[in-house]
């Protein structure tokens, strides 16, 4: 089998701390290697429409969401896992080149749903083929079913991260309340 720079790294940490056990970085290390490789390759694939893969994620979830293309920012912040400041401004840059636009929620006369405007629509649907043929490209060295474990192992690890990340939030959240009221 072909090694890595990974299992470099991990044959050194067993030879200096023979006490630890470093084999979860057989996994984690090469993750977030995929992720960099991953992200630079779609940015690529998507330099043609004027794109990042951020702007594309953005888009498509709302083209995912089917006529009339509108959700609220809470939703679309829910589906492109980003935090309420990162999300006013990635719709402020798309709203700015003309492929979002902010109307008035019908059923919360506070509230605002983020529409794909004409443009936006179709460049997303241009980009999504660019996109999947970016996304086979780099898994083409899988059969059907080794994707499909893969998925369901990659499945599993990213709810079990995403779970343990909510009980260390929900967590934090107690302690800290918790030591205001103690303060007090």
């Known amino acids: 089998m072909e090694r890595d720079s990974v299992d470099l790294f991990i044959e050194q940490w067993n030879r200096q701390r023979p006490d630890l056990d470093p084999s979860a970085l057989g ?3 090469r993750v977030l290697m995929l992720a960099k490789h ?3 390759s779609a940015d690529r694939a998507l330099e043609r429409f004027e794109l990042t893969l951020w702007q594309f994620d953005v888009l498509a979830a709302l083209r995912r969401a089917g006529p009339p293309f509108k ?3 809470t939703r679309l912040m829910q589906l492109v896992t ?3 400041g990162a999300m006013t401004n990635r719709i402020d840059r798309l709203e700015n080149l003309r492929l979002v636009v902010r109307e008035a929620d ?3 006369r506070r509230g605002v749903q ?3 405007t004409r443009e936006g629509r179709k460049l997303v649907d241009e980009a999504i083929a660019v996109r999947l043929d970016d996304a086979r490209r780099n898994i083409c060295g899988f059969s059907a079913s080794e994707e ?3 998925a369901g192992l990659l499945r599993r690890l990213l709810l079990a991260t ?3 990340a909510g009980q260390n939030a929900r967590h934090t959240a107690r302690k800290r309340i918790a030591g205001r009221t103690a303060a007090r």
């Open 106 to 108: 019908p059923e919360d």
């Open 82 to 84: 980003l935090t309420s």
């Open 114 to 116: 983020i529409a794909l």
């Open 162 to 164: 995403t779970r343990t």
């Open 38 to 40: 991953l992200e630079h």
């Open 27 to 29: 996994v984690v290390s």
């Open 148 to 150: 499909k474990s893969l």
């Open 71 to 73: 959700l609220s920012p």
